[in-house]
């Protein structure tokens, strides 16, 4: 996580089903979801009817983020392989990584979407 402390961390991911729950008028929390037919993964925020399908993720900008984009590509790969209606990432603390790694890789990520949060509210990457 970046050197950040377990409550930075709980509270971004609070922050995150709080406010995707309400934007999409469904709870969204820790689920497992089916990947592929057989199998199942935890995923952070997840509806109940499993339409809307995703993780969080904390991370800061570095130089070279070779293992931030390796976690990328498995939770997009991931997320692809779900039957969600909406499948997404949504990242706290710097949006750096995430406009970086879709600078060389967004051809390969759809339908999977990524969203920044902060403390003012969400944006489209």
Known sequence: MDGVGASDWRGFEKRAENYLSELWATEV???????????PKLFDLVSADRRYVGD????????????????IAEYVWLL????????????????TVAER???RWRPLVAP???FFLDERGHQVL
């Open 80 to 95: 692809q392989k779900t039957r969600a209606e909406t499948a997404f990432l949504v990242f706290g603390s710097d949006p």
């Open 29 to 39: 929390r820790p689920r497992t979801v089916m990947v592929g037919d057989a199998v």
């Open 56 to 71: 969080a993720k904390w991370m800061k900008n570095i130089p070279t983020p070779a293992a931030k984009w390796s976690t």
């Open 112 to 114: 999977v979407q990524f």
């Open 101 to 103: 790694f879709l600078a």
